[in-house]
C-alpha cells in the first residue's frame, strides 16, 4: 500500500524548499482563500470542525486552542511554531522544516490571522541550525513576494516571523519552559493556570502549535473539514507523519492515516524486523512513552486507541527493538536520557530520575539485589503521581513498561549476573 | 466566595485562594518547604501534596487554586506516600550534621521531618536506598570566600527560595540555579564567588543551613537566643528588626514577615551593621576633656549635660542665638529631632540648623523639586 501523503507531497520535489518550488505545487493558496474569502471566526470553526489535533504530543484539539486564545481580550497576541524536535526518535519536523519551509509559514500565516496577531515565532531547537537558515531564507523569500509583511495579498492583516534557535534542552519543547527560553530565562516549566493562551509569552495570550500541526492547517482549508475528516480515525482524523526507527529494515518517516496498526507500520511500511530477527517491543511514541509488545500487532496508531492500550502516541515516533536488544540497557539509555534532561526544578523529578539511573546500572552491571526492581518502580509511581511537569510525569515511562513486560531480564541481570537477549554481554 | 471540602471540614473563601490558604484558615496543617508567603507560586518540593476530587490526583496545596466543590485529602495514604518518599529523597542527599548546623532549631527541613515522621533512620524508603547503596550525602565545595555569607550546597534542598527573593523581592538577581537535574545547584554568574551588595535577605529565607551568617558562626543556638524588637537605626525608613541577643550580647539580626513597614525585608546596614552594640571599643559614656592634659575622660550625663548648658548660656549671652549652630541626624527619631529643632528656636534662638541628611539627599530633593515640584516621594513606600 503506498503511503498517504498529503504533508510529505512536496518533498523530494525540485525546489521544494524554495518559494519557486513551493508555488508551482499550488503554495499560498490557502493564505491566500483564508484573507480573501473567510473571516478569522470561520477558519477557527473550520479547523474545529476538521478535529485536528496537535501534533506535537499532547493532542490538544488546535482549533479549541485557537478559539482560546483568540476570544482573549487582550490586544498583542502570539503564534509560536514549536519546531523544538526533542523526543529521541522524532524526526518528523525535521524534514518538514528542511524540505517544505513555506508550508509551515503558510500555516502560521492563517494561524495569525484566525487568532488575530501580528508576529509569529518559530523556536527550533539549536542542533537544526541548518533547517534554520533554510527558514529564515523562506521567510526572506516570502517577504520578497507580499506573504508575509505589512497588508499581506492587499488585505487588512500585518504578519511576520522569526527565527528563534533554542540552546539544546529538552524540557524547551514543553511549551511553558519554551516560553521562559524566549524571554531569555532558563528553560524550565511555569505554574499552570495561567495557560499559555491567556497568559503566554511576555504575559500576552500565545498559542504554541507544533510544526505538523501548523503545515496540516493549509490542506484543511484547500480541502475542507470533511475531506480531512474521512482520513484516519472517527477520534482523531487526518494523516500523522511517523518516523520509524530502530531493528527495522527500512526506517523513515511515514505519513499514514491516523489508526493504522502497529503490524502495518512494521512489517508494511518499515520493511519488518531486520535480518530476520523477532519483534520484542516498540515504543510507539518516543522515549517517554510506555513500550507495546507483540500482543499489540493489532493496535490502532491514534491518540485514543494508544491510551487504551496503556501507551501513548506522543509524537509518533516508533522506536523498534527486536529480540537481540537488552531491556535494562534499553532501560538504562531512556533513564539517563531523562537524568540529564531533568530541568532540576521539583524534587520528584530530579531526584527520582538520577536513582533510577543509579539503581539501573546495578542491576545491568549485576549488582543489584532483587528489591531494587520494585524501587524503580515505587520512585517511578512518585514521579508520575507528583512532577511538576509532563517531564517528569511521563520521564519512567519507559523503564516501568520495560519492567512490567520484561521483567525476567531484569531478574537474570540480577540472578545470574547474564543477559538473556545479548549472549554477548559480560555481566 | 466558593465551597470546598479538606479532611471533611467545609470551608466557604475567596475563589483567588490556593488549597493551603484554604486550609491554613481551617487550621488543618499542610507541611511545606518551598513555599514562602512572600514570594510568588513555585511548587517545586512537592511536599504540600494533596489529593483532590474530582480526579482523585495528587497536587500542591500551595499553587493550586481553590475550586467549587473540590474535596481535598491532606493525610490520605496515597498523600502521605508522595509525601514521604519526596522528603526522604530530599533527606537522602541532604547531611544531617544538625549537631553543628546554624540552622538546628529553626530549620524548615527539620521541622517538616519531625511532623512527617521521617528521619535517617527511620524514613522506611531511605533506609532502601541506605541499605542499597549506603548513600553518602552530595560533597559539593562549601564556599568560603572572604564575604559574610556562607554558602554550604551540600545542605541545599533546591527550593530556589534564596533565588527568588534575590529577584523578586530585591530586584537584583545576584544568583540563579546553574546547571540542570541532580547536578543543579544555587550559584552565580559563571560560578564567580557572591558579589552582591550582601543585603543577607537570601540567608534569611533559607529553609535550610546551606546559607548562613558567617559573623554568628557557632555563637548560639537557636533556643537560647531571646528576640527583641527594636526599629533600625541607620536611616529614616523604620524597619523593624529583631535582635538575638543571648547572654545580654547582641549574636545577630533578622527580620520577619509582616513586622512593620518593612515586612521583614532588611539591608545589609541593617542585618549586619548592628553588631557594634556589643563591641568594647564603642563610647557609651559622655566623655569631657580635661582642660590640663587634654585627655578625654569619662563623665556622667549630668556633667555633660550641665556643662553644655553652662557654655551654651555664656556663648548666647556674648553673641547672641544666631551665633550657635546644630547638626542633627536622620538616625535620631522624628521625635528627638523636633525636640532638637525646637530647643535652636525657641530655646537658643537659633535658626541655624541642618542635618546630615543633607549629605547625601540634597541633591535628591533639588531633583525632585525640578522634576515633580514635590521633594520627597510621591508615593508610600508600600508601592515600591
Redesign the interface.
Known sequence: MPQTKILLKNIGTPNSEHIKGYLKNGGYKALKHALGELLPEEIVELVKRAGLRGRGGAGFPTGMKWQFCASDPKKIKYIICNADEGEPGTFKDRILLEQDPHSLIEGMAIAGYAIGCTQGIIYIRGEYIYAARLLEQAIEQARAKGYLGDNILGADFCFDIKVFLGAGAYICGEETALLDSLEGRAGRSRVKPPFPVNEGLWRRPTTVNNVETLCSIRHILLNGDEWFRRLGTSECPGTKIFSISGHVNKPGNYELPMGTVLRDLIYEYAGGIRDGNKFKAVLPGGASSPCLTAEHMGVAFDFYNLARAGSMLGSGALIVMDETTCMVGAGLSVARFFEHESCGRCTPCREGAGWIVNILNRIYNGEAKLAEIDLIVELADNMRASSFCPLGMAAPNAVVSFIKNFRDDFEEHIKYKRCPARKDLDV | MVELTIDGKKITLDENATILEAAKSANIYIPTLCYHEKLG???????C?VEIEPGNK?V?AC?T?VMRNMVVYTNSE?VL??RK??LE??L??HPTDCLTCEKGGECELQRVCFQVGVSKGKGE?YN??VD??GVQPQDIRIEDSRSIIERNLNKCI?C?RCIRICHEVQALGAI??S??????EMGTFWGEKLDCEFCGQCVDICPVGALTNKLSKYKARVWQLDKVQTICSYCSMGCSLFLNVKNDRLVKVHGEVNVGRNDGNLCYKGRYGQLFVSDPARITTPLIRDKSSGELKKATWDEAISLVADRLGDIKKKYGGNSIAGISSARCTNEDNYVFQKFFRAGLGSNNLDSSTRFEHAPSIGVLTKSLGWPAMSNPADDL
Open positions: 507560586p513555585f511548587g517545586a518540593c512537592r511536599i501534596v495528587l500542591p499553587i487554586k496515597k506516600r508522595s518518599m519526596n529523597l530530599l537522602a542527599r524508603f532502601r536506598l542499597v547503596f533546591l530556589k540563579q540555579f546547571r540542570r537535574g541532580v547536578k543543579m
